[in-house]
């Protein structure tokens, strides 16, 4: 009966552990961090390739993606509600 209750509270605490890198992961994801930092990633490797190629102004040319970038992750969470509204039925 004591090798029963061991398993099932380590089992308890291997799911609470589970869950708390579940909530970290969820909370990382909608971070405005994460997407700062995605945002900032994605302008400098589009400046960086336009300037390669040698386009007019590419530090002024790569505003263009990183804003619907912006866009697209800000529109997401709505479209995801939608989806599961839809999808669910």
């Given at each position: 009966m004591g090798n029963v209750v061991a398993e099932l509270e380590n089992r308890i605490l291997k799911l609470e552990e589970r869950n708390k890198r579940v909530e970290m992961d969820k909370d990382w994801e909608i971070s405005w961090i994460r997407k700062s930092l995605?945002?900032?990633?994605?302008?400098?490797?589009?400046?960086?390739?336009?300037?390669?190629?040698?386009?007019?102004?590419?530090w002024l040319n790569a505003i263009v993606p990183a804003v619907g970038f912006l866009l697209s992750t800000l529109t997401l969470p709505f479209f995801k509600s939608m989806w599961g509204k839809f999808s669910s039925k």
């Open positions: 995605l945002i900032i990633f994605t302008y400098l490797a589009i400046a960086f390739y336009l300037n390669v190629i040698e386009v007019d102004r590419p």
